[in-house]
């Protein structure tokens, strides 16, 4: 654990400069509206350790793969997200000397991210080395309702300097990504052009050909009072922008307010984007800088109405969730189907910015829950437009009759991951998207989304399942060879029970969907049937395997196997490692790895989180209470995963650590990791280890069952969800919970197994 923030309820505060820590901080303090992200990078040029990142969603591209990694079946390319040109670049200068906060001394430096309102701010006095003192503020956000707009206020105050003060303000297209395979430059810069008012830079992607324009105005200030400037243009291969400035005095204060569009050939036509982006950044400087922030501010608030968790008596706590859920809403919005959600939103470059099985195994809940019904099912038919491309994916690995394996990684449905282990044997992948389907049905009852489009999912990967399957002739069973499970410390496995369990559990499910969609529209269905070839000599077999798929287990110790050789291993549990060594996939080799009894995450685990109700309290816990000492929770979704079981069996002490541990993950650094990036997805599991742990929520049968707990630390917590058309305050405290039915119809819930409904606009106390 790795401290240096402020705890603070509403915003995250680095009090001190911190160098060593930057990485770290342009990672936590990111800001971003769900079509723009960017990296907490200082605006002025800055001589220290940086990792500069700006990215636009949807944006990406394609590198070749690392020569001699090619093997049938892998894609030649690893896609990656891409450094877009800087927005937010602002080089300041006194006289000749460029303010850098590398080299000059730097004082009362703070940092705040207010998660409130959403917008990040700065302040430090600087000396140079001549000795002249400066006093900075600097306050920027992406707007949340003008999602193609950056602002910027970047204020100095002089203490003793007299001279002129110059900014800078630029989009600079001279960018590169950390991490490349051959460290490729990615855009053509196809034009810069400065007008009096405005200037833009145009670029093009090297390859699939993505457009992007970015174009600023600004509005210059001297104490308070708008100045009329001449500006000086800048107008180069890859940079375009302004100089302006002004002389102080002792005491003057200059600020330049920088407004940027940035617009891409996703949403606009090519040969408009020149003409839009200037329209638009001029069109956000009329508007002017405070009625852009009202708007702004008006939707976080809307969003916090919907999705607040509120913790009484535990500030760490409370900080901590407000910054998972802050970096959710900001990362995603769900407006365009065509957008996933990365591992690490836009706050890095690791996992290469695409989509993973995260989405759908933590995510999608949280959406469901605190968002419109649209966004979580927009996260469906992401993989929905996907599905031709998972047949073709299959096809490379030799399955027929339009069996379908979605990718590993991805941003347009095509496989971008090129590790074996993953690529060809983590396969789970598509038993978590059926039960992404599900968990969407169960919660919503859309059953019109069933029918529509996601049965054709569903047989496809049922028909990837049936063939992934073979007969052992020892066991007489179906087996599933040669994978790699949830815990990807174990790769190239016999009979993973997670994986071999949700194949059975996904070829069940999709026999009750084809006989609900029958009986909902038996001539949709027939339609469906012969568009897909579908015989029910299919279904007979898929039963088979159901009734006949191998499980393994040790019954004399009450367990699931994880795998078939996991009882094969020196059981070293997590604890008797040296903390030096740990995280151990930074200390051990890979061999070393594979061969311990170490586990990166849920396994088992998240299969008895993902169908608890198949499986007695007694089974859960033995399982959690065997397996949980050997995990190490090197994977940002294991602690989240973890706490909930926990709470399920009530073990609160052990899920309020686990709570702290996947809240804090990245404020803490857990895994010395944070400075390539946040674990986006994984503050989704955050969420639900208040909601569905401490909360107990579960939805049964079209109702919301509740079974609350609290941690002993807590006076109280609350949280909210949208249910169908209904949104739900739930506090629960020591001796009591209540439950309000702020907006919505009448609702029948479930409490500790009592029946009680809540009228509208009313709520209900209940004893413990």
């Known amino acids: 654990m790795n401290r240096y923030l402020q705890v603070d309820p509403w915003c995250i505060i680095e009090d001190g400069f911190h160098p060593a820590k930057q990485l770290a901080s342009e990672s936590i303090f990111s800001i971003g509206n769900g079509h723009v992200g960017q990296r907490a990078n200082f605006e002025e040029f800055y001589s220290g350790e940086t990792m500069l990142g700006s990215y636009v969603a949807g944006i990406y591209f394609p590198e070749r793969a690392e020569s001699g990694n090619w093997k049938n079946g892998y894609s030649d390319s690893n896609d990656l997200i891409i450094n877009a040109p800087n927005w937010t670049a602002i080089s300041v200068r006194l006289n000749d000397d460029r303010l850098d906060l590398g080299s000059w001394d730097v004082q009362n430096f703070k940092r705040v991210l207010n998660m409130r309102e959403g917008f990040l701010e700065r302040s430090f006095e600087a000396v140079s080395f001549k000795g002249v003192r400066i006093q900075v503020s600097v306050k920027r956000f992406l707007s949340m309702a003008e999602t193609e707009v950056g602002a910027i206020s970047y204020s100095v105050k002089s203490i003793n300097y007299e001279g002129r003060i110059s900014f800078l303000p630029l989009i600079d297209g001279d960018v590169r990504n950390q991490y490349t395979n051959y460290n490729e430059l990615f855009w053509n810069v196809l034009q810069t052009k400065t007008e009096q008012d405005v200037s833009h830079l145009w670029a093009q992607t090297r390859r699939m ?45 200059v600020c330049l307010n920088k407004y940027v569009a940035i617009i891409n050939s996703l949403n606009h036509p090519r040969e408009e984007l020149t003409e839009r982006a200037c329209n638009l950044a001029k069109a956000t400087k009329k508007k002017g800088w405070n009625k852009l922030f009202e708007e702004h501010t008006a939707i976080w608030a809307e969003k916090w109405l919907q ?117 060809f044997e983590e396969i789970h992948r598509n038993g978590i998207i059926v039960y992404a389907i599900y968990n969407y049905i169960c919660y919503t009852d859309d059953q019109h989304y069933l029918a529509e489009y996601g049965l054709k999912v569903l047989i496809a990967i049922a028909r990837f399942w049936s063939q992934r399957v073979n007969i052992s002739f020892e066991k007489k069973k179906y087996v599933i060879l040669g994978v790699t499970g949830p815990n990807t410390y174990e790769n190239n496995v016999n009979n993973n029970w997670f994986t071999n369990f949700i194949a059975q559990w996904s070829l069940q499910y999709t026999i009750d969907s084809i006989e609900k969609v029958k009986k909902m529209n038996f001539r949709a269905f027939e339609d469906l049937s012969q568009e897909l070839h579908f015989s029910n000599e299919e279904l007979f077999q898929w039963k088979d395997i159901i009734e006949n798929m191998y499980l393994p287990e040790n019954k004399s110790i009450g367990i699931f196997l994880q795998q078939d050789g996991f009882l094969d291993k020196a059981l070293t549990k997590a604890f008797e490692i040296a903390e030096s060594e740990l995280p151990i996939n930074q200390h051990w080799t890979w061999d070393r790895i594979l061969r311990s009894s170490l586990i990166k995450q849920a396994d088992v685990v998240q299969g008895l989180y993902f169908f608890e109700e198949k499986f007695n309290i007694e089974t859960i816990k033995n399982n959690f209470e065997f397996y949980e000492p050997f995990t190490v929770h090197e994977s940002s979704l294991s602690p989240g995963i973890h706490s909930i079981v926990a709470s399920a069996i009530g073990n609160k002490q052990k899920a309020y650590e686990l709570y702290l541990r996947t809240s804090r993950l990245d404020l803490d650094d857990y895994n010395n990791e944070v400075s390539d990036g946040l674990h986006i997805t994984s503050m989704a599991g955050a969420w639900l280890t208040i909601v569905q742990g401490f909360g107990g929520m579960r939805v049964k049968n079209d109702k919301l069952f509740f079974h609350p707990q609290i941690p002993d630390r807590w006076n109280a917590f609350a949280f909210n969800v949208l249910f169908r058309g209904n949104l739900l305050n739930i506090r629960v405290e020591k001796k009591r919970t209540i439950i309000q039915n702020i907006k919505g119809d009448t609702i029948v819930l479930v409490v500790n197994e009592q029946l009680y409904e809540i009228l509208p606009e009313s709520q209900r106390e209940i004893k413990s």
């Open 307 to 423: 999705s607040d968790v509120i913790i009484d008596s535990d500030m760490a706590a409370q900080q901590a969730i407000r910054f998972n859920i802050f970096q959710l809403n900001q990362t995603y919005n769900g407006n365009d189907a065509r957008l996933n959600i990365s591992p690490k939103g836009f706050t890095g470059e690791k996992s290469a910015g695409a989509t993973r099985w995260d989405t759908e195994a933590v995510c999608i809940p949280f959406y469901l829950c605190t968002s419109a019904p649209n966004v979580a099912k927009n996260l469906l038919l992401y993989r929905y437009r996907h599905l031709p491309k998972a047949i073709q994916n299959a096809e490379k690995l030799g399955f027929l009759n339009g069996a379908a394996l979605f990718p590993v990684s991805t941003f347009n449905g095509d496989e971008s991951h090129n590790e074996w282990e993953l690529t």
């Open 209 to 253: 050909d993505f457009h992007i324009c970015e174009a600023l105005t600004y509005v210059l200030y001297k104490n308070n009072e708008q100045l009329n400037v001449n500006p000086t243009k800048i107008e180069k291969e890859k940079v375009a922008g302004f100089s302006v400035g002004c002389d102080v005095r002792m005491g003057d204060s």
